[in-house]
Protein backbone atom coordinates (compact mmCIF):
# COMPACT_ATOMS: atom_id res chain seq x y z
CA UNK A 1 0.00 0.00 0.00
CA UNK A 2 1.41 3.68 -0.87
CA UNK A 3 0.51 6.40 1.93
CA UNK A 4 -0.10 9.32 -0.84
CA UNK A 5 0.64 11.97 2.58
CA UNK A 6 4.09 10.90 2.67
CA UNK A 7 4.49 12.33 -0.53
CA UNK A 8 3.56 16.04 0.15
CA UNK A 9 6.34 18.52 -0.36
CA UNK A 10 7.69 20.46 2.33
CA UNK A 11 8.01 23.40 -0.25
CA UNK A 12 5.61 26.21 -0.21
CA UNK A 13 6.49 26.30 -4.20
CA UNK A 14 5.91 23.00 -4.70
CA UNK A 15 2.51 22.44 -3.65
CA UNK A 16 0.55 23.62 -6.04
CA UNK A 17 1.91 21.97 -9.40
CA UNK A 18 2.03 18.84 -7.13
CA UNK A 19 -1.65 19.03 -5.88
CA UNK A 20 -2.74 19.78 -9.84
CA UNK A 21 -0.91 16.42 -11.00
CA UNK A 22 -3.23 14.91 -7.91
CA UNK A 23 -6.01 16.47 -8.75
CA UNK A 24 -5.89 14.44 -12.17
CA UNK A 25 -4.95 11.31 -10.48
CA UNK A 26 -7.45 8.46 -10.62
CA UNK A 27 -6.73 7.50 -7.13
CA UNK A 28 -7.76 11.17 -5.41
CA UNK A 29 -10.15 9.15 -3.11
CA UNK A 30 -7.53 7.57 -1.63
CA UNK A 31 -5.76 11.25 -1.10
CA UNK A 32 -9.14 12.59 0.11
CA UNK A 33 -9.34 9.61 2.72
CA UNK A 34 -5.86 10.06 4.01
CA UNK A 35 -6.00 14.01 4.34
CA UNK A 36 -9.25 13.50 7.00
CA UNK A 37 -6.85 12.18 9.64
CA UNK A 38 -4.45 15.13 9.62
CA UNK A 39 -6.63 17.69 8.06
CA UNK A 40 -6.76 20.12 11.41
CA UNK A 41 -2.70 20.00 11.09
CA UNK A 42 -2.99 22.18 7.99
CA UNK A 43 -5.79 24.65 8.59
CA UNK A 44 -4.39 28.04 7.83
CA UNK A 45 -5.71 31.31 10.16
CA UNK A 46 -8.30 32.74 8.48
CA UNK A 47 -9.41 29.81 6.16
CA UNK A 48 -12.68 28.18 8.07
CA UNK A 49 -14.17 27.91 4.46
CA UNK A 50 -17.59 25.90 3.26
CA UNK A 51 -17.26 25.76 -0.37
CA UNK A 52 -14.79 25.65 -3.25
CA UNK A 53 -15.92 28.92 -4.23
CA UNK A 54 -14.26 30.84 -0.80
CA UNK A 55 -10.72 29.23 -1.17
CA UNK A 56 -10.42 29.89 -4.85
CA UNK A 57 -11.89 33.75 -4.90
CA UNK A 58 -11.25 36.28 -7.35
CA UNK A 59 -9.06 33.44 -8.74
CA UNK A 60 -11.04 31.16 -10.10
CA UNK A 61 -10.48 31.75 -13.66
CA UNK A 62 -6.66 31.72 -13.18
CA UNK A 63 -6.74 27.94 -11.65
CA UNK A 64 -8.79 26.75 -14.56
CA UNK A 65 -6.05 27.98 -16.94
CA UNK A 66 -3.05 27.72 -15.33
CA UNK A 67 -3.52 25.26 -12.14
CA UNK A 68 -2.80 25.53 -8.35
CA UNK A 69 0.59 27.68 -9.02
CA UNK A 70 -1.71 30.81 -9.63
CA UNK A 71 -2.73 30.34 -5.46
CA UNK A 72 -0.68 31.19 -2.71
CA UNK A 73 0.70 28.87 -0.29
CA UNK A 74 -2.67 29.59 2.13
CA UNK A 75 -5.10 28.90 -0.32
CA UNK A 76 -3.29 25.46 -1.16
CA UNK A 77 -3.44 24.68 2.29
CA UNK A 78 -6.63 25.34 2.40
CA UNK A 79 -7.03 22.28 0.04
CA UNK A 80 -5.61 20.11 2.72
CA UNK A 81 -7.27 21.53 5.57
CA UNK A 82 -10.78 20.60 3.55
CA UNK A 83 -10.06 17.66 1.84
CA UNK A 84 -13.81 17.05 0.30
CA UNK A 85 -12.49 20.39 -1.58
CA UNK A 86 -9.91 18.92 -3.45
CA UNK A 87 -12.90 16.38 -4.91
CA UNK A 88 -15.31 19.28 -5.92
CA UNK A 89 -12.10 21.12 -7.72
CA UNK A 90 -11.63 17.73 -9.93
CA UNK A 91 -15.21 17.91 -11.25
CA UNK A 92 -14.20 21.42 -11.64
CA UNK A 93 -11.39 21.74 -13.93
CA UNK A 94 -13.03 18.02 -15.71
CA UNK A 95 -15.58 20.30 -16.82
CA UNK A 96 -14.55 23.51 -16.92
CA UNK A 97 -10.94 23.41 -16.97
CA UNK A 98 -8.37 24.42 -20.08
CA UNK A 99 -5.91 23.44 -22.24
CA UNK A 100 -3.67 23.31 -18.89
CA UNK A 101 -5.67 20.80 -17.12
CA UNK A 102 -6.62 18.63 -20.18
CA UNK A 103 -2.67 17.93 -21.06
CA UNK A 104 -2.51 17.07 -17.55
CA UNK A 105 -5.27 14.76 -17.60
CA UNK A 106 -4.19 13.40 -21.29
CA UNK A 107 -0.79 12.72 -19.27
CA UNK A 108 -2.38 10.74 -16.59
CA UNK A 109 -2.15 7.17 -16.07
CA UNK A 110 -5.15 5.38 -16.75
CA UNK A 111 -5.06 2.27 -13.88
CA UNK A 112 -6.29 -0.63 -16.53
CA UNK A 113 -4.94 -3.48 -14.52
CA UNK A 114 -4.03 -3.50 -10.91
CA UNK A 115 -4.03 -6.08 -8.02
CA UNK A 116 -7.16 -8.14 -7.08
CA UNK A 117 -9.27 -6.25 -3.85
CA UNK A 118 -9.43 -8.03 -0.94
CA UNK A 119 -12.02 -8.49 1.59
CA UNK A 120 -11.18 -6.52 4.76
CA UNK A 121 -9.15 -9.32 7.36
CA UNK A 122 -9.62 -8.95 11.09
CA UNK A 123 -6.48 -8.34 12.57
CA UNK A 124 -5.89 -10.78 16.36
CA UNK A 125 -5.04 -8.71 19.05
CA UNK A 126 -2.21 -10.83 19.65
CA UNK A 127 -0.49 -10.08 16.15
CA UNK A 128 0.17 -6.22 16.06
CA UNK A 129 1.40 -4.53 12.85
CA UNK A 130 5.38 -4.36 12.89
CA UNK A 131 5.62 -0.60 12.10
CA UNK A 132 9.22 1.02 11.77
CA UNK A 133 9.96 3.43 14.34
CA UNK A 134 11.23 6.73 12.62
CA UNK A 135 14.11 8.11 14.46
CA UNK A 136 14.19 11.59 15.40
CA UNK A 137 16.50 14.36 13.78
CA UNK A 138 17.37 17.41 14.58
CA UNK A 139 15.03 20.29 13.26
CA UNK A 140 16.42 23.58 12.11
CA UNK A 141 14.00 27.02 12.83
CA UNK A 142 13.44 27.08 9.19
CA UNK A 143 12.22 24.06 8.43
CA UNK A 144 8.50 23.18 8.15
CA UNK A 145 6.68 20.70 10.69
CA UNK A 146 4.82 19.48 7.56
CA UNK A 147 6.92 16.11 7.29
CA UNK A 148 6.46 15.53 11.18
CA UNK A 149 2.84 16.08 11.11
CA UNK A 150 2.49 13.37 7.58
CA UNK A 151 5.26 10.93 9.28
CA UNK A 152 3.17 10.61 12.75
CA UNK A 153 -0.08 10.65 10.70
CA UNK A 154 1.52 8.30 8.19
CA UNK A 155 2.62 5.45 11.35
CA UNK A 156 -1.16 5.44 12.36
CA UNK A 157 -2.50 5.04 9.14
CA UNK A 158 -0.19 1.93 8.81
CA UNK A 159 -1.21 0.79 12.39
CA UNK A 160 -4.93 1.35 12.86
CA UNK A 161 -6.54 1.89 8.87
CA UNK A 162 -4.33 0.19 6.45
CA UNK A 163 -6.92 -2.35 5.33
CA UNK A 164 -8.96 0.48 4.35
CA UNK A 165 -7.17 1.22 1.00
CA UNK A 166 -7.56 -0.75 -1.69
CA UNK A 167 -6.47 -0.68 -5.25
CA UNK A 168 -8.90 -0.76 -8.43
CA UNK A 169 -8.80 -3.89 -10.64
CA UNK A 170 -9.48 -4.83 -14.56
CA UNK A 171 -9.24 -8.53 -15.76
CA UNK A 172 -9.45 -6.79 -19.69
CA UNK A 173 -10.67 -9.55 -21.74
CA UNK A 174 -8.67 -9.04 -25.23
CA UNK A 175 -10.43 -11.27 -27.43
CA UNK A 176 -12.69 -9.66 -29.43
CA UNK A 177 -16.03 -11.60 -31.37
CA UNK A 178 -17.28 -9.16 -34.10
CA UNK A 179 -20.96 -9.15 -34.50
CA UNK A 180 -21.87 -7.02 -37.70
CA UNK A 181 -25.39 -6.99 -36.39
CA UNK A 182 -26.41 -3.51 -35.01
CA UNK A 183 -29.56 -3.37 -32.57
CA UNK A 184 -31.75 -0.80 -31.11
CA UNK A 185 -30.26 2.04 -28.75
CA UNK A 186 -31.86 2.91 -25.87
CA UNK A 187 -29.95 6.08 -25.71
CA UNK A 188 -31.42 7.07 -29.04
CA UNK A 189 -34.89 6.10 -28.87
CA UNK A 190 -35.96 8.84 -31.66
CA UNK A 191 -36.66 6.46 -34.65
CA UNK A 192 -36.00 9.10 -37.06
CA UNK A 193 -32.53 9.87 -35.86
CA UNK A 194 -29.89 7.50 -37.27
CA UNK A 195 -28.86 4.68 -35.87
CA UNK A 196 -26.05 4.18 -33.99
CA UNK A 197 -23.32 2.16 -35.30
CA UNK A 198 -22.72 -0.67 -33.03
CA UNK A 199 -20.80 -4.04 -33.03
CA UNK A 200 -21.16 -6.72 -30.00
CA UNK A 201 -18.13 -8.09 -28.60
CA UNK A 202 -16.79 -9.57 -25.00
CA UNK A 203 -14.54 -6.77 -23.95
CA UNK A 204 -15.30 -3.55 -21.65
CA UNK A 205 -19.00 -3.59 -20.71
CA UNK A 206 -19.90 -6.72 -23.16
CA UNK A 207 -18.18 -8.49 -20.78
CA UNK A 208 -19.75 -11.29 -19.30
CA UNK A 209 -18.30 -10.58 -15.76
CA UNK A 210 -18.80 -6.75 -15.91
CA UNK A 211 -21.40 -6.71 -13.50
CA UNK A 212 -20.80 -8.24 -10.12
CA UNK A 213 -23.70 -6.82 -8.00
CA UNK A 214 -22.57 -8.65 -5.08
CA UNK A 215 -20.31 -5.62 -4.52
CA UNK A 216 -20.57 -2.47 -2.35
CA UNK A 217 -21.98 0.66 -4.21
CA UNK A 218 -18.71 2.16 -4.69
CA UNK A 219 -16.70 -0.86 -5.70
CA UNK A 220 -19.11 -2.08 -7.88
CA UNK A 221 -18.75 1.89 -9.85
CA UNK A 222 -15.09 1.35 -9.54
CA UNK A 223 -15.43 -2.09 -11.48
CA UNK A 224 -17.05 -0.39 -14.21
CA UNK A 225 -14.88 2.20 -14.62
CA UNK A 226 -11.58 -0.60 -15.01
CA UNK A 227 -14.39 -2.47 -17.38
CA UNK A 228 -14.01 0.70 -19.51
CA UNK A 229 -10.63 1.12 -19.20
CA UNK A 230 -9.63 -2.59 -21.15
CA UNK A 231 -10.54 -0.13 -24.21
CA UNK A 232 -7.03 0.87 -23.62
CA UNK A 233 -5.82 -2.66 -24.53
CA UNK A 234 -5.90 -2.48 -28.10
CA UNK A 235 -4.79 0.35 -30.06
CA UNK A 236 -5.81 0.80 -33.64
CA UNK A 237 -3.95 0.60 -36.65
CA UNK A 238 -6.33 2.03 -38.88
CA UNK A 239 -9.21 4.20 -39.07
CA UNK A 240 -11.83 0.74 -39.66
CA UNK A 241 -9.88 -0.46 -36.75
CA UNK A 242 -10.70 2.65 -34.96
CA UNK A 243 -14.38 2.44 -35.99
CA UNK A 244 -14.64 -1.13 -35.39
CA UNK A 245 -13.35 -0.29 -31.90
CA UNK A 246 -15.34 2.67 -31.11
CA UNK A 247 -18.40 0.80 -32.37
CA UNK A 248 -17.76 -2.07 -29.93
CA UNK A 249 -17.38 0.10 -27.35
CA UNK A 250 -20.73 1.79 -28.15
CA UNK A 251 -22.44 -1.41 -27.92
CA UNK A 252 -21.28 -1.54 -24.66
CA UNK A 253 -22.65 1.47 -23.42
CA UNK A 254 -26.01 -0.19 -24.39
CA UNK A 255 -25.21 -3.10 -22.55
CA UNK A 256 -24.74 -0.66 -19.66
CA UNK A 257 -27.82 1.18 -19.84
CA UNK A 258 -29.81 -1.96 -20.03
CA UNK A 259 -28.18 -3.60 -16.90
CA UNK A 260 -30.28 -4.07 -13.66
CA UNK A 261 -26.95 -2.70 -11.22
CA UNK A 262 -28.96 -4.28 -8.53
CA UNK A 263 -25.70 -3.19 -6.50
CA UNK A 264 -26.75 1.01 -6.91
CA UNK A 265 -29.59 2.80 -4.92
CA UNK A 266 -32.20 3.92 -7.30
CA UNK A 267 -30.69 7.84 -7.40
CA UNK A 268 -27.24 6.22 -8.49
CA UNK A 269 -28.78 3.94 -10.93
CA UNK A 270 -30.59 6.76 -12.35
CA UNK A 271 -27.23 8.76 -12.32
CA UNK A 272 -25.30 5.83 -13.80
CA UNK A 273 -28.10 5.58 -16.63
CA UNK A 274 -28.27 9.61 -17.16
CA UNK A 275 -24.01 9.46 -17.40
CA UNK A 276 -24.28 6.48 -19.78
CA UNK A 277 -27.03 8.40 -22.05
CA UNK A 278 -24.09 11.10 -22.58
CA UNK A 279 -21.37 9.24 -23.08
CA UNK A 280 -22.79 7.26 -25.80
CA UNK A 281 -23.87 10.39 -27.52
CA UNK A 282 -20.06 11.25 -27.24
CA UNK A 283 -19.25 7.93 -29.11
CA UNK A 284 -21.34 8.35 -32.13
CA UNK A 285 -20.05 11.59 -32.34
CA UNK A 286 -16.47 10.58 -32.31
CA UNK A 287 -17.80 7.79 -34.80
CA UNK A 288 -19.07 10.52 -36.91
CA UNK A 289 -15.52 12.42 -36.97
CA UNK A 290 -13.65 9.81 -37.69
CA UNK A 291 -13.54 9.56 -41.68
CA UNK A 292 -12.40 13.44 -41.38
CA UNK A 293 -9.77 13.67 -39.16
CA UNK A 294 -6.37 12.40 -39.43
CA UNK A 295 -6.03 8.63 -37.48
CA UNK A 296 -3.78 9.75 -35.06
CA UNK A 297 -6.01 12.61 -34.21
CA UNK A 298 -9.43 10.62 -34.17
CA UNK A 299 -7.77 8.26 -32.10
CA UNK A 300 -6.76 11.16 -29.24
CA UNK A 301 -10.10 12.32 -29.65
CA UNK A 302 -11.72 8.40 -28.96
CA UNK A 303 -8.85 8.36 -25.88
CA UNK A 304 -10.03 11.83 -24.04
CA UNK A 305 -13.89 10.65 -24.38
CA UNK A 306 -13.21 7.33 -22.52
CA UNK A 307 -10.59 8.83 -20.12
CA UNK A 308 -13.20 11.52 -19.43
CA UNK A 309 -16.02 8.93 -18.34
CA UNK A 310 -13.56 7.02 -16.63
CA UNK A 311 -13.26 9.40 -14.22
CA UNK A 312 -16.43 10.56 -14.13
CA UNK A 313 -17.54 7.04 -12.75
CA UNK A 314 -14.65 7.11 -10.12
CA UNK A 315 -15.76 9.94 -9.19
CA UNK A 316 -19.06 9.27 -8.23
CA UNK A 317 -17.76 6.17 -6.66
CA UNK A 318 -15.60 8.11 -4.29
CA UNK A 319 -18.56 10.11 -3.65
CA UNK A 320 -20.26 7.20 -2.47
CA UNK A 321 -17.68 5.68 -0.82
Known amino acids: MSIVILEIPDSKEELGPWLDRKIVDCQLGQFVKELEFIADDFNPP ?3 TDSLKEILGSDRDAVLDRGLKSLNYDQCAA ?3 NPQMLLELQELVLIEGGKYWQELFDQAEIPTASPPRHKK ?13 LQPIE ?45 KSDSNPDNNSPTPTMLASNWGWDSPDAFDNSLPADDY ?13 KRPDSTDDLKQRLAEFRHG ?3 LLTAKHTALSEDDREWLRTHCKKWAGEIDQVLADVDRKDISEAQKQADQTVNQLIREIRLKADEIA
Open 79 to 81: FLA
Open 46 to 48: GYS
Open 253 to 255: CET
Open 121 to 133: KTVASNSAPKVHV
Open 139 to 183: ESPKRSKMPWIISMAALGLLAIVAYQYQVHVSNPLNSIVENPNDK
Open 221 to 233: LHELADAAGAWFN
